[in-house]
């Protein structure tokens, strides 16, 4: 392979890629300078010569929709249906405030590095806190923090709340041994509970561990308190909305402000974040790592969908399309492709030098 030959498009234009050589592998990358629209969907095309051959391999893919934390950008891969709500749709119910609605089928959000959980873990010190408000009770997660040396599906911080029996369960360094592992109470005991409506309007979960002793707290008051093993500390990556896999225990209903501290939080700094304080707001430094607020909602973005042209009696090509997107062209079906200001029903000539058309992404 003759590695001066080598350029790589993205989307019909040549970037400047890096070429490397180590043994017989030789390895070809580009880093945009900044990060892509999401979501969207792009092309690359890498040529080059073998011997005399000049080779061209084009392939397509799609950045998902994705939510980042507050604290320093970590990132949140929206999965499988999961959304953002409309405007106002979070906790507070003010505009500017957004939830993550998982769906009742499959949405989950996958934070694929969750390595920063071992800060806390390796101190035996770590909180959770998340607003919560359901649809439906079942058998179903709120979050699922994994750790490989943990048993019961890597299970290293996991929450039902509750699972389908009515029971709140909190697991640390697997599953299941009472106050090992494992501290759970129904939520029928807790004394602002009602019937299983109470679900469907927003409450403060917080999931406390400061050493041997493990708390859950509802809505600023202590429900359960037991003990538990010190936590692993080879945290991989973290589920919001289900667990352990992004297909497994899903939700159907809502998240908000998820938090994670890396200390145990006092009775006072969970009042805070009950009463409506921000995360990095609670007083006395209690170590913020982590903050999805889901403040963040991907634009919708005009869409343009059903791309036909047909050749008129007049012998011009008419476009039509629905929706109030833009449509691009271009004179190779590789690209570049540029915008038109072509309308729903646009007419174009039928001769000369061929031409491609495509929804803008």
Not at 149 to 171: C, E, K, L, V
Request: hydrophobic share 35%; proline share 4%.
């Amino acid at each position: 392979m003759d590695t001066a030959s080598v350029k790589l498009s993205l989307d019909g234009a040549e970037v400047s890629a890096k070429v490397t050589k180590t043994g017989n592998t030789i390895s070809v990358s580009y880093d945009p300078a900044s990060d892509f629209a999401t979501p969207s969907s792009h092309t690359a095309k890498l040529s080059f010569k073998s011997g005399s051959v000049q080779r061209d391999e084009t392939w397509k893919f799609s950045v998902p929709p994705v939510t980042r934390d507050k604290t320093s950008g970590k990132l949140g891969f929206i999965v499988a249906g999961a959304k953002h709500t409309a405007d106002a749709g979070g906790h507070s119910g003010k505009a500017g405030d957004y939830a993550m609605d998982f769906g009742a089928a499959a949405g989950v959000v996958n934070v694929v590095d969750a390595s920063f959980l071992n800060d806390g873990a390796k101190a035996d010190s770590m909180t959770f806190s998340v607003w919560e408000k359901l649809r439906n009770v079942r058998d179903a997660s709120a979050f699922w923090g994994n750790s490989p040396s943990s048993n019961n599906s890597t299970r290293g911080w996991q929450a039902h709340i509750p699972w389908s029996n009515g029971n709140i369960y909190f697991d640390t360094a697997g599953c299941c041994t009472a106050d090992s592992q494992r501290i759970d109470k129904a939520i029928a005991e807790f004394a602002g509970y009602t019937d299983a409506t109470w679900w469907q309007s927003w409450h403060n979960f917080v999931f406390v561990k400061n050493g041997s002793v493990k708390q859950i707290y509802i809505d600023g008051q202590l429900f359960h308190e037991g003990g538990g093993d010190p936590l692993p500390t080879d945290f991989t990556n973290l589920i919001l909305g289900g667990g352990p896999g992004t297909g497994d225990n899903r939700i159907d209903g809502l998240l908000d402000d998820v938090a994670i501290f890396k200390t145990g939080l006092t009775a006072a700094q969970v009042t805070a974040l009950a009463n409506g304080t921000a995360p990095n707001a609670v007083s006395g430094n209690p170590g913020l790592v982590a903050w999805w607020d889901f403040n963040d909602p991907v634009p919708a973005g005009p869409s343009l969908g059903n791309l036909k042209a047909a050749l008129t009696s007049a012998g011009k090509v008419k476009i039509t399309f629905e929706g109030s997107g833009v449509v691009q062209s271009s004179d190779k079906v590789e690209g570049p492709y540029a915008d038109t200001t072509l309308k729903s029903g646009d007419e174009v000539a039928a001769s000369g030098a061929a031409k491609f058309f495509r929804p803008k992404n």
